[in-house]
């Protein structure tokens, strides 16, 4: 009889249902909800690789379907060096999404880690196009400046994009933290609003040098023709970024042994977005 009177839970008579239900793993959760960047993350993963399997047709033309002449010439060598980190920054980009995705709980250092993962897709998309402005120099002149517009605003919206994952840090929350409030004062972003002005700040700013840099090939036609090793080390940079983010994404993911993780820092989302944005505004200024 005491095991059985002790296993009954003694309920008031005048509890609610919500009153006696568990408590939210998320007590400050937006009233209208929010965006789960895992989800996000692991459905970005197969479209992010979509890129490796557009930029390999575009290599093939490049060995194979271009004349001799063609073929020796900088843009040729140029457009097979972005097409090919065009190919590595999908496969990994895609690799890191999956990954985030495969996270068990949304916590706050996942911010992060989806905006260091955006890097090397948003280089990979910046490429592709480059790649094709290239090679449209070689066989479709006419069609070069609509590329080289085309390629700073794909520059543009992959900054925007990447600034998007602050709008709903606020969401996350720390799963070995017994106070939120407390961890709150640390960190950068500690309410709705400044997660809503964070995302408009960074992005705001990240697209200036992309705009700036479209604007002055396109409109005020600022060209610097690139040779070998210009090409070269705009490829290398490429590439370094694109390793360097992965890296770092990997490293965000960490989570620390009965330790707060730690939210977004404005370090971290302003160096993603503007290495990105000025990535790209020198590669369209070098576009031929």
Request: charged share 10%; proline share 6%.
């Amino acid at each position: 009889m005491i095991a059985f009177a002790t296993s009954k839970k003694a309920v008031r008579p005048d509890a609610t249902p919500s009153v006696l239900g568990s408590p939210p793993e998320n007590a400050h959760d937006p009233a209208e909800g929010y965006y789960d960047a895992r989800r996000g993350a692991a459905g970005y993963a197969p479209i992010v690789g979509t890129f490796g399997a557009l930029a390999v047709p575009a290599v093939v033309v490049v060995f194979v379907n271009l004349t001799d002449l063609q073929r020796h010439s900088p843009a040729a060598a140029f457009a097979a060096g972005l097409l090919v980190v065009t190919v590595i920054g999908s496969i990994i980009g895609a690799i890191s999404m999956a990954a985030i995705g495969g996270e068990s709980s949304l916590t706050p250092n996942l911010t992060s880690a989806v905006m260091f993962a955006a890097v090397p897709v948003v280089i990979a998309l910046v490429d592709v196009v480059a790649a094709f402005e290239l090679l449209a120099s070689l066989a479709l002149p006419d069609a070069q400046l609509l590329l080289q517009l085309i390629t700073g605003i794909s520059g543009a919206l992959g900054v925007f994009f990447t600034a998007l994952a602050l709008g709903d840090s606020w969401a996350t929350h720390p799963i070995h933290s017994p106070n939120y409030d407390e961890w709150k004062k640390k960190e950068w972003i500690g309410s709705q609003e400044d997660a809503d002005n964070a995302a408009l700040w960074v992005a705001g700013l990240g697209v200036l040098p992309v705009l700036t840099g479209t604007a002055l090939r396109v409109l005020a036609g600022l060209h610097v023709t690139a040779n070998v090793t210009t090409a070269n080390v705009i490829i290398l940079s490429g590439l370094a970024l694109t390793v360097a983010a992965t890296v770092a994404s990997a490293l965000r993911t960490r989570h620390p042994k009965m330790a707060s993780s730690r939210g977004p820092r404005w370090q971290e989302a302003y160096v993603t977005t503007l290495a990105t944005s000025t990535y790209a505004a020198i590669l369209v200024i070098f576009l031929p």
